[in-house]
């Protein structure tokens, strides 16, 4: 039995759907688009709603709701939705609470596609946003407008591993009767819990440190009830529901969660530590090493530093490729939070769609390198990017 009190490791560990007949240990696939019904009265009393069940895949199914319940727990939320990936737990959760002519005001320092939502596509319906840069949180409440209703960050970023001051974001957010929503992917719920420090809703890429093993895609929103059944409401007709594999393999992996995230935080404060005195090396943002412009805030709100580390080697671009090519065990990939050490040159992949000048806002330069430490042994990760750079 699971009690409110439980640690983190055993609710994501024993966090479970009702045993079948079978009397599985367990959880099941249960890999079905629809479930039926005893009676007519039954069937109908279920879409009215006067009766919890699931009626089909693309609104619940016990996996996706075994693992919203996990995230709930770990995150202190209320209620959830998981989505087939992060971006469309981003979109979603915009679309289904935003009006035409309603504002966002969100940090400059988001995702690459986060950001072509806000520029691209929401102004298609009327939908502004205005920006924030990561060293100006004062400056939030000048951006708020009558029509403003979200503030929207990410902590840490992507890419650059800045961090925000969330309690003061959800001051803010309070003060004028606005939602705080928080994308804490890089975090994950282990590292920490952003609802505490007042965020409405808080949003994951599960592709990510969730995952942890570069496997399936998915996303979940989750934060208080009424929120999350407008995101419901919106995602049951819209269609972009977490397949029930995908779901089960992600329950799974919450297991596992807090195991990994020690590791991966341990090998990357020794790697950021490392890359610190490199002569080959510029500088190195981690939210855990002292040098970090936000540290005690990072100290404050985090449990520890995360597995992202971003760093710039000396020599621009050109540099920037000899490294790259140079690698012999990390592995090139956009992706993040695998077991496997990944690095990425976010200039030409991640935010390349970018201007030159928003890059330099968020601090991308021609020579910045996002670093997702791995679980390989922490002599080996540093062998391998200490030889890389000797080649520069």
Known sequence: MIEENQHFETQAVRTQTDKTQFLEHSTPMYLTSGFVFEDAEEMRASFAEEKERNLYSRFSNPNTSEFVDKICKLEGAEAGYAFATGMAAVFSTFAALLNSGDHIVSARSVFGSTHTLFTKYFPKWNIETSYFKINEVEKVESLIQPNTKVI???????????VLDLELLGEIAKK????????????????????????????????????????????????????????????????????PFNAWVLSKSLETLAVRVEKHCQNALRLATFLEEHPKVNWVKYPFLKSHPKHEIAKKQMKLGGNIIAFEVKGG????????????????????????????????????????EDKLIVGITDGMVRCSVGLEHIDDIIGDIDQALEKL
């Open 152 to 162: 929207y960050a990410e902590s840490p970023t992507n890419p650059g591993v800045d």
């Open 176 to 243: 004028h009767g606005i939602l705080l929503i928080i994308d804490n992917c890089f975090a994950t719920p282990y590292l920490q819990n952003p609802i505490k420090f007042g965020a409405d809703l808080v949003i994951h890429s599960a592709t990510k440190l969730i995952d942890g093993q570069g496997r399936v895609l998915g996303g979940v929103t989750v934060g208080k009830k009424e929120l999350i059944r407008e995101i419901y409401l919106f995602s049951r007709n819209t269609g972009p529901a977490l397949s």
């Open 317 to 356: 671009i050109k540099a920037g490729q000899v490294f790259f090519d140079s690698l012999k065990m990390c592995s090139l990939s956009a992706n993040l939070g695998d077991t496997r050490t990944i690095v990425t040159h976010p200039a030409s992949t991640t935010h390349s769609k970018l201007a030159v």
